[in-house]
């Protein structure tokens, strides 16, 4: 069965960096689009980013362009999102979704506070 696990977060300060990892079993991942979704505090699901099967193209939602980086490695079945130049905005708990069938994670937080 699909299997997704979300790793990485924890409490960091604004400006901060950190790097989110999902490792991925149960499907053939390297032929799988992909994508980071978050849900802040009393808010409901916010789309991210999301990454082709190949790695080809990445998307992005306006909040994070420029701060996010998407990534994949299909060798290891696994995801990344690389977070930089974090803002308290940011805090939130983020999954990975396998796009096809709407499959996600645990999830991971993410706390962005001085």
């Known amino acids: 069965q699909v299997r997704l696990v979300e790793s990485g977060g924890g409490l960091v300060q604004p400006g901060g960096s950190l790097r989110l990892s999902c490792a991925a079993s149960?499907?053939?991942?390297?032929?799988?689009?992909m994508s980071w979704v978050r849900q802040a505090p009393g808010k409901g699901l916010e789309w991210v980013s999301k990454?082709?099967?190949?790695?080809?193209?990445?998307y992005y939602a306006d909040s994070v362009k420029g701060r996010f980086t998407i990534s994949r490695d299909n060798a290891k079945n696994t995801l990344y999102l690389q977070m930089s130049s974090l803002k308290p905005e940011d805090t939130a708990v983020y999954y990975c979704?396998?796009?096809?069938?709407?499959?996600r994670g645990q999830g991971t937080q993410v706390t962005v506070s001085s």
């Open positions: 149960g499907f053939t991942f390297s032929l799988s689009a």
């Open positions: 990454i082709t099967s190949g790695g080809s193209s990445r």
């Open positions: 979704t396998k796009d096809s069938s709407g499959h």
